[in-house]
């Protein structure tokens, strides 16, 4: 991967172009209109197939919580669709299941995003269905007991699965004590503890229309959306938001979690806190997430680990950057008696990626698919609204789509190996789910992650027995 | 059933949630062509956004293996991206922002690349020459079972759902080939050599046992030359023979019990059904949306909703299987919940479907989900040439335009009459997975009271 060819180099500056005209001509025209309640909305038109898209983002995340009632924002978020002040959990499911229409949610550490795709012939009713949902939930007492248990049934169930452990040790670990350290989900305590009124003001505090963005795309036009849409939004009162005081992970030590479970493969996490969304790192950080491992069979982890060495049938690298701060993880499931050896592999790419520049060659293949993918990924409604709804969170601003290229384009194999410096050697951390008798020596020790000397016996967590499990709840 | 070189497609219980008139139209617009040595193109073109999505399928997948050597189908599609050029096709394919795949069930083996549509040439000068002109090395080749050996791991042995699963199926097909793993069994994929490797492919990596897929922004009088001068070129054999296996009806109730650490149990039951080769296919669709599609559906509304047996229900049944499969029920539980309790619950919804006829707003409803759910797949280029290339394997790619008209002809006598036939006791086989029992409470039965269960 490090070697190509020199003569591919000027082909690929000719496709650059290309590549730019094409994603201006497949992207739908956006149309913006703000409401007198202050509402954003956003209408794209794709007229291919005969449905409509409505996706709302509401800044009521995880993040906005007290840690005391871990889970609440995810809970309202799944509950709202519990009963509302003129229908019941059934009279609700029956309209969506008889339309054939599809409806969700989903709760990030920032955001609520709540989904409906619908046939154009129920347009109107699924609108009706939906703007009820988002305005007049009551949370009747009964549902909502329901579906905690069913929240806690999940909770119980990812106990089984240990990227999941991973996961939710890795961000307890980076993120410390600021309300990113959370799990979106609670854990079984805490969800069990929530109560109705919990919700209620959880919901009045947040899902108002000055704090919400709507993206309606599909087969549909601005007409239609100000004539149909529009009315059944705009008695939706604004009301003022809660100023959240958000605390920025303190920077220590490198955190180290061990997690014991009797299982075939170590699952491994090593990664460290980096720049929020909005910060000016984030583009040549993403550029070098796509050359460690976001990159497929073609980037540096998967060629080394997997392709070279055999080690993995699974490595990535994830970078998600959140409102206030960001995590970076590198993922990957070995067996347990290679989990040193992928580990130090692992390590030498961050290395590399902090003492040396990237070649030319890497850079902008990278670059190209960062932007030559837009097409691809957006192509469908659903996934376009949520780029959408979300370059409108972070005020990434209105022409974000054509200002997109230019800012990747814009990265330098000098602008990465900064960042690789500035993030890649402190605030890190390296969680092992495993069999730990298995796994030789858990030696994670090196410049990339400092804090932890040779075999540093560091805090080791031990995983409850993974017998039968207490029962839940209730 | 199938496994994937990237993700998992993981076993079955992605919902294929179905749809309406105007959706099942697009379909219409398919055609298909035939390059000199045979190989047959099917094109369905879509031009809303610059993109194409261009595909290989092979009839060849796991149903080809023999004993000993379960896996080889897999192993060769990982095979197919070592060869030459391979690094360079992946590397161009990513900078061009374009995906690649390939997937392995027991049916077919397909190759994908989805890709801007000026670029369609980087796939079908790669796949035309990997469709016969593969090199393997032998340091590729022990490098990649390496490989295949951590995916297996990772998919099904530290994965207690997916390990149920692989049981049941070992359980419920004794002839037919579906009875091994598309990942093949461990032993087997130890086994593997280089030479099973050349010896699988050659036979059944051939024009005459292919067919290409190509759905998106192009036109057929630009594409057909192009792949005639590619693909039309590569000398077409003979198609192998593939023998229908057919299990003889089962005998009774079977039972398969999985004891593993979990912090849930899981319950599947599977009834032996035919495929889209039977009507009684199409009533099966219906009985699928009926008994798990949304928050309204019975499995939901009944064993967690109101009796709070179950934390999670699907259903699963495959209509294109190219040889008669399973049709699933799939629940997780608390394990201090009774698996006796969760299979008569089942038992008692597949029952009631085999004697009191569907409602008429429940049969509509049923019907709408799936029109509307066959719609909405049709957003994305991928998965509109995966189901072609389904079809086309199953029976015929055509076959695809008869699903809205079947699906609503479908009659709530149709339901009793197939719920009646398939879902009794004899034909079905039971996977339970729990934990072991508790230390110091190992006189209370953790497991399942064979007996009790009706």
């Known amino acids: 991967m490090n070697m190509k060819k020199t003569g591919m180099v000027f082909a690929l500056a000719v496709m650059a172009s290309l590549l730019t005209a094409s994603f201006c001509r497949a992207m739908p025209k956006i149309t913006r209109l703000q409401l007198p309640n202050h509402l954003k909305l956003l209408v794209f038109e794709d007229h291919s197939i005969p449905a409509v898209t409505l996706k709302m983002l509401v800044a009521a995340g995880s993040s906005l919580e007290t840690s005391s009632l871990e889970g609440l924002a995810n809970l309202t978020a799944n509950s709202l669709s519990l009963g509302t002040r003129s229908l019941s959990f059934d009279q609700i499911n029956n309209k969506l299941d008889f339309m054939g229409a599809t409806y969700g949610v989903e709760c990030t550490k920032d955001f609520v995003t709540i989904d409906m795709q619908v046939l154009k012939k129920d347009l109107a009713a699924g609108v009706s269905l939906f703007t009820e949902i988002v305005e007049h939930p009551v949370f009747p007492e009964d549902d909502l007991s329901l579906q905690k248990d069913e929240i806690i049934g999940e909770l119980q169930e990812d106990e089984d699965n240990p990227l999941k452990i991973a996961d939710r040790a890795f961000n307890k670990a980076l993120f410390r004590d600021s309300p990113y350290a959370g799990s979106v989900q609670g854990d079984q305590k805490s969800v069990q503890a929530i109560t109705r009124v919990n919700l209620l003001k959880f919901y009045e505090s947040y899902y108002r229309p000055n704090n919400a963005v709507l993206v309606i795309g599909g087969d549909i036009t601005p007409g239609e959306v100000k004539a149909k849409i529009i009315p059944k939004l705009i008695g939706w009162n604004p009301g003022r938001i809660p100023k959240s005081a958000f605390k920025t992970p303190v920077a220590k030590d490198t955190a180290k979690v061990l997690i014991d479970k009797p299982i075939s493969q170590a699952t491994i996490i090593i990664g460290c806190s980096v720049m929020a969304r909005s910060g000016a790192d984030y583009y040549p950080f993403l550029v070098l997430n796509q050359i460690l491992g976001a990159g497929d069979l073609s980037s540096r982890l998967m060629t080394d680990i997997r392709t070279k060495s055999g080690l993995a049938y699974r490595v990535q690298s994830r970078l998600a950057a959140y409102k206030h701060a960001g995590s970076f993880q590198v993922v990957l499931q070995t067996r347990n008696g290679s989990a040193e050896q992928a580990m130090a592999q692992v390590q030498q790419e961050l290395e590399s990626l902090m003492h040396k520049p990237v070649s030319e060659e890497e850079l902008k293949a990278a670059k190209q698919f960062l932007t030559g993918n837009f097409p691809l990924r957006y192509s469908m409604p659903g996934n376009f609204a949520k780029f959408l709804a979300e370059a409108e969170f972070y005020g990434l601003g209105p022409d974000y789509m054509q200002k997109y290229p230019a800012l990747i384009d814009a990265v330098t194999a000098g602008d990465i190996q900064r960042v690789a410096m500035k993030y890649l050697a402190t605030r890190c951390a390296v969680v092992i789910v495993g069999n730990i008798g298995k796994i030789k020596r858990a030696d994670f020790s090196g410049p990339a992650l400092p804090a932890l000397e040779k075999p540093a016996p560091g805090p080791v967590e031990k995983a409850p027995a993974a017998g039968p499990p207490k029962p839940a709840g209730k | ?454």
């Open chain 2, 1 to 454: 059933m199938k496994a994937t070189r990237g993700f998992v497609l993981s076993m079955m219980f992605f919902l294929f949630l179905p749809v309406v008139a105007s959706g099942a139209m697009m379909f219409e617009n398919g055609s298909e062509a035939r390059l000199s040595n045979g190989l047959k193109v099917i094109m369905l073109q879509n031009h809303k956004a610059p993109i194409v999505c261009f595909q290989v399928w092979y009839r060849a997948g796991a149903a080809n293996e023999t004993t000993g050597k379960t896996g080889l189908a897999h192993m060769v599609e990982h095979m197919m991206f070592k060869g030459v050029g391979a690094e360079k096709f992946l590397e161009t394919v990513h900078e061009l922002g374009g995906k690649e795949n390939g997937a392995t069930s027991h049916d077919y083996t397909y190759f994908y690349e989805t890709l801007p549509s000026n670029r369609v040439g980087v796939a079908i000068q790669f796949e035309a020459d990997r469709m016969r002109h593969l090199k393997i090395g032998e340091s590729d080749f022990r490098t990649e079972k390496m490989v295949i050996r951590e995916e297996r791991r990772m998919r099904i042995d530290d994965n207690p759902g997916a390990f149920l699963m692989e049981q049941l199926n070992a359980a419920a097909f004794q002839s037919e080939p579906y009875h091994w793993p598309v990942m093949g069994w461990t032993d087997d994929m130890r086994r593997l050599t280089i030479g099973d490797v050349k010896a699988f492919y050659s036979r059944y990596y051939d024009p005459a046992n292919a067919f290409i897929v190509v759905t998106g922004d192009f036109s057929k009088e630009e594409l057909l030359p192009r792949l005639e001068e590619t693909f039309g070129k590569i000398p077409g054999g003979e198609a192998p023979q593939r023998i229908l296996i057919e299990d003889p009806p089962q005998q009774g109730e079977r039972k398969v019990i999985v004891i593993r650490p979990v912090r849930v149990g899981r319950l599947v039951v599977a009834w032996h059904v035919p495929n889209l080769k039977s009507t009684d296919g199409y009533t099966l669709e219906v009985i699928k949306a009926i008994l798990s599609c949304g928050k309204s559906s019975r499995l939901y509304d009944d064993l967690v909703r109101r009796n709070a047996v179950a934390l999670e229900t699907s259903a699963h049944y495959d209509l294109t299987s190219r040889d008669p499969g399973l049709f699933y029920i799939s629940v997780s539980f608390l394990p201090e919940k009774d698996p006796a309790e969760v299979e008569k619950a089942i038992s008692d919804e597949m029952d009631s479907l085999g004697k009191t006829p569907v409602g008429n707003w429940e049969l509509q409803k049923a019907k709408n989900q799936l029109e509307a759910s066959f719609v909405f797949d049709q957003e994305s280029i991928l998965s509109l040439a995966s189901k072609l290339g389904e079809y086309e394997t199953a029976f015929d790619w055509a076959s695809i335009g008869a699903y809205i008209p079947s699906v609503r002809s479908v009659t709530a006598p149709d339901i009793e009459r197939v719920a009646a036939k398939y879902f009794t006791e004899q034909n079905r086989t039971v996977g339970i997975l729990i934990p072991p029992p508790e230390p110091g409470k190992a006189d209370e039965p953790a497991a399942p009271n064979p007996g009790a269960s009706n």
